[in-house]
């Protein structure tokens, strides 16, 4: 039997993980959905993740690929996974995709989401997926910021000092701040980003919106292609993986 190509789509819970990518001796998602279709296909197969994500960083929207040669049917895949997940990850899609699909490379563009509460007292029941920043915004002016990100630039001075890839161009498609009531949204989407782009954008933005830069900051802050002329990184918590795109 030929090795079938699958496309799984997976959410989860980061906050009791040490990232998406498996590491020693800490747990993962990555250790987990591996150690579940390992179980359930009753040999080791190889799991590409579409998106490394931070400790503490959730996902709505996670995809990873498979090949497997298997008479399970693709429909009974999901649930045959989640089965054997800890109940913070599930698999909630399979489907068979092209041979040549690949989670990481074949992606067009991903869509993160950050959430911030301003109100003055601790949301306990979602402080594990919010940045808690007690103070007013000025999501009016952040949006103008955001605003001045959209577009083909070099992000360098948004990645972590870490980052080695060998081009920090990104293109942003968009990039939007919204409220309601005391919670603030910042959306990106991207067809790429680096090492902490995210986090390093909010943290710029709330900057903006607590009125320590005007907009027109962002323009120099581009121009610098330096880290430390950004704002500081925005905690892992309050972000949240929520859709890619793929080409095919």
């Known amino acids: 039997m030929a090795a079938r ?12 993980y040490h990232g998406w990518q498996t590491q020693p001796d800490v747990p993962t998602v990555q250790e987990h959905i591996h150690n579940a279709v390992e179980k359930l296909f009753g040999k080791a197969v190889r799991i590409v993740g579409a998106s490394r994500t931070d400790a503490g960083v959730s996902a709505l929207g996670q995809v990873a690929s498979i090949k497997v040669d298997t008479p399970i049917p693709t429909e009974n ?10 109940d913070d990850i599930v ?9 040549k699909f690949n989670a990481i490379t074949s992606a067009a563009k991903k869509l993160y989401c950050y ?18 920043y007690p103070y007013e915004l000025d999501v009016e002016q952040m949006n103008k910021a955001a605003k001045l990100l959209i577009g083909k630039k070099d992000f360098k001075s ?16 968009k990039c939007e701040v919204s409220s309601k009531d ?7 989407e991207a067809d790429g980003f680096l090492y902490n782009m995210v986090r390093n954008i909010v943290g710029t933005l709330v ?3 607590r009125d320590r830069w005007t907009p027109e900051k962002i323009t120099d802050i581009i121009e610098a292609k330096d880290r430390t002329a950004a704002g500081p990184l925005a ?3 309050g972000l949240c993986l929520m859709k890619i795109d793929y080409t095919f």
Not at 182 to 188: C, N, R, S
Request: charged letters at 20%; glycine letters at 4%; one cysteine or more.
């Open 158 to 173: 948004f990645a972590s000092a870490s980052d080695t890839r060998q081009s920090s161009i990104r293109t942003i498609l």
């Open 235 to 237: 905690p892992a918590a």
């Open 5 to 16: 190509n699958i496309k799984l789509t997976i959410h989860y819970d980061g906050s009791a």
């Open 77 to 86: 895949i999901a649930k045959a996974i989640t089965e054997s997940l800890p």
């Open 115 to 132: 959430t911030i509460f301003t109100g003055s007292t601790r949301p306990v029941m979602d402080i594990k997926h919010c940045w808690h």
């Open 91 to 99: 698999v909630v899609d399979a489907e068979d995709v092209h041979s």
């Open 207 to 209: 900057e903006i919106g």
């Open 182 to 188: 005391k919670w603030v949204y910042v959306d990106v």
